[in-house]
Each structure stands twice: as structure tokens, then as C-alpha cells.
T-cell receptor, first 115, second 108 residues
Framework: DAGVIQSPRHEVTEMGQEVTLRCKPI?????LFWYRQTMMRGLELLIY????????DSGMPEDRFSAKMPNASFSTLKIQPSEPRDSAVYFC?????????????FGNGTRLTVT | RKEVEQDPGPFNVPEGATVAFNCTYS??????FFWYRQDCRKEPKLLMS???SGNEDGRFTAQLNRASQYISLLIRDSKLSDSATYLC?????????FGTGTRLTIIP
């Protein structure tokens, strides 16, 4: 299995531009998560899906952020318009089943820089 | 108070030494606990689960103290390859909360 695949690995964009991050979870995993990691705040859960349905989006910072999961093998996180404070590493992770006994598998992350 | 707190370090430890760090959590109803390891500029990966009875995996020992609400990770005979950031994870109601991580550097 290729693991969780994220693209792009790096994204540099100017303030105000739209940014779309992509994720392909591990096949057969029912849960997909989007995390953001910064030095100051660590790993923060933005949103997670169960069987393609958004379950908890309380971590999404504001309306500029949106996430979709049109099918079991693809999800996007969109930021529009982007701001410099959005600069962070964005991780996608998938989990076979919910709860503590099933580990999270993270993708390599997308390092976003907004200038 | 943060839900999960860790000493950010850095811990600089000579090769072969034993090192331990803790992670405290605020929710006494937390149900499960884990340690993840994150190498520089890489994604976090599960290191080990933490059980009430404690558990050991080679040079690594994880323990849970529910009364004082902390978990610990002990690394014996540290290797250069142990250099990484160690993240504790606390689970409540199926929600995983990560600590900000403790950075460990093993010095030759």
C-alpha cells in the first residue's frame, strides 16, 4: 500500500490567492482527517470525515477554509483567500476505524507558505 | 489549561543514556493514550500505545498514571536514531488530541 498521498508537497502562493490541497487516503480506511501543524500551536485538527461525510469541522479556522470528500479515495482542503497566517504544514491522515486502537496514518504533508 | 501539555525541550542527551519525558492531560475521562514520533520535516508515526499496566517495546517503556493524569515515555540506551520529536496523544470520546511535542536530540 502506498500510504496516504498528499499533493503538492510544497506550495508557495501570494496572499489572496486560492490554495487547494489534495489527499488520497489508504484504501479501506473509513476516516480521513485534515490537520495543520505550526511551531506555536502544534498539530491542530481542522476537520474529519467518516465514509466521506464531514463529522466535525469545529477546528476549521474560518469561512476561508473548506474541505470536501467527494468519494472514498479523494479529499481536498481549500483556502480562499489565503493569508500569511495560514502558512503551516497541512497533514492529511486516515484511520481504518475510529477510536484509540486504530492508528492514524499520516501523509507526507503539504508545506504551505503564503507571502 | 491546555488539554495536553508537554515540555517542548529540547532534550540533548548523550548516546547510551536513559531519557524520560512526561505528558500531562486535563480531561480525567480520557480513555486511551499514545506516543507518536515525528522526524524533522516528516509526518508523525505511531510509536506505541500506553496502557494502564504500562508497556515495553524494546528500549522504550510507556506508562500511564491516571491519578496524576500524566503519561511518560522512557528510552533506554538511547541511539542517534532516536533523535526526533515525540508527541503524546490523548483520546476522549474518539477525539484524538496531540501535544505540541518534546524535541529530543541524541548527541554522539
Amino acid at each position: 500500500d502506498a500510504g496516504v498521498i498528499q499533493s503538492p508537497r510544497h506550495e508557495v502562493t501570494e496572499m489572496g490567492q486560492e490554495v487547494t490541497l489534495r489527499c488520497k487516503p489508504i484504501s479501506g480506511h473509513d476516516y480521513l482527517f485534515w490537520y495543520r501543524q505550526t511551531m506555536m500551536r502544534g498539530l491542530e485538527l481542522l476537520i474529519y470525515f467518516n465514509n466521506n461525510v464531514p463529522i466535525d469541522d469545529s477546528g476549521m479556522p474560518e469561512d476561508r477554509f473548506s474541505a470536501k470528500m467527494p468519494n472514498a479515495s479523494f479529499s481536498t482542503l481549500k483556502i480562499q483567500p489565503s493569508e500569511p497566517r495560514d502558512s503551516a504544514v497541512y497533514f492529511c491522515a486516515s484511520q481504518k476505524s475510529r477510536g484509540g486502537n486504530s492508528p492514524l496514518h499520516f501523509g507526507n504533508g503539504t508545506r504551505l507558505t503564503v507571502t | 489549561r491546555k488539554e495536553v501539555e508537554q515540555d517542548p525541550g529540547p532534550f540533548n542527551v548523550p548516546e547510551g543514556a536513559t531519557v524520560a519525558f512526561n505528558c500531562t492531560y486535563s480531561n480525567s475521562a480520557s480513555q486511551s493514550f499514545f506516543w507518536y514520533r515525528q522526524d524533522c520535516r516528516k509526518e508523525p508515526k505511531l510509536l506505541m500505545s500506553v496502557y494502564s499496566s504500562g508497556n515495553e517495546d524494546g528500549r522504550f517503556t510507556a506508562q500511564l498514571n491516571r491519578a496524576s493524569q500524566y503519561i511518560s515515555l522512557l528510552i533506554r540506551d538511547s541511539k542517534l536514531s532516536d533523535s526526533a520529536t515525540y508527541l503524546c496523544v490523548v483520546v476522549w470520546n474518539e477525539k484524538l488530541t496531540f501535544g505540541t511535542g518534546t524535541r529530543l536530540t541524541i548527541i554522539p
